[in-house]
Nanobody, 128 residues
Framework: QLQVAESGGGLVQPGGSLRLSCESS????????MAWFREAPGKEREGVSCTNRDDTDGKTVYSDSVKGRFTIVRDVVKNRIHLQMNSLKPEDSGTYYC???????????????????WGRGIQVTVSS
C-alpha cells in the first residue's frame, strides 16, 4: 500500500475556513487519482471530492453537500494536494481521509471501495 497522511484539521467556527493537506511518502502524489472522504460519528464514510491525475479542468468532482464551498488545490512543488474548505458548517464536522490507489470516474465521487490506500484521518470540528 502507498502511504499518505493528512494534516491541517482542527476546530473552526461556522462560516470559517480550513485547509487540509494530503502528503505522500515515497511517491509523487500528482501521478495518482486521489480522493477525500469524511466520516461523522455514527455515519458511514462518504466521498467529498475526487481529483483525476491528469488535473484537467472539469475532472475534479465534489459531493453535492460541499460543491461550491470546497476546492481541491494542488501543490506540485511540495507534493501535496489540499482540500480548501470555506463556509464551513457544523455538519462538515468529522474525520477526513485522503485516499489513493483508485480511480475517479464519472460525475460523482466514488465509494470507499474504489480506493485501497488511506491515510489515518484528521479531525475537523465546526462549532461555535
Amino acid at each position: 500500500q502507498l502511504q499518505v497522511a493528512e494534516s491541517g484539521g482542527g476546530l473552526v467556527q461556522p462560516g470559517g475556513s480550513l485547509r487540509l493537506s494530503c502528503e505522500s511518502s515515497g511517491f509523487i502524489l500528482q501521478y495518482y487519482d486521489m480522493a477525500w472522504f469524511r466520516e461523522a460519528p455514527g455515519k458511514e464514510r462518504e466521498g467529498v471530492s475526487c481529483t483525476n491525475r491528469d488535473d484537467t479542468d472539469g475532472k475534479t468532482v465534489y459531493s453535492d453537500s460541499v460543491k461550491g464551498r470546497f476546492t481541491i488545490v494542488r501543490d506540485v512543488v511540495k507534493n501535496r494536494i489540499h482540500l480548501q474548505m470555506n463556509s464551513l458548517k457544523p455538519e462538515d464536522s468529522g474525520t477526513y481521509y485522503c485516499a489513493v490507489e483508485g480511480f475517479c470516474s464519472g460525475a460523482r465521487v466514488p465509494g470507499t471501495s474504489s480506493f485501497s490506500s488511506w491515510g489515518r484521518g484528521i479531525q475537523v470540528t465546526v462549532s461555535s
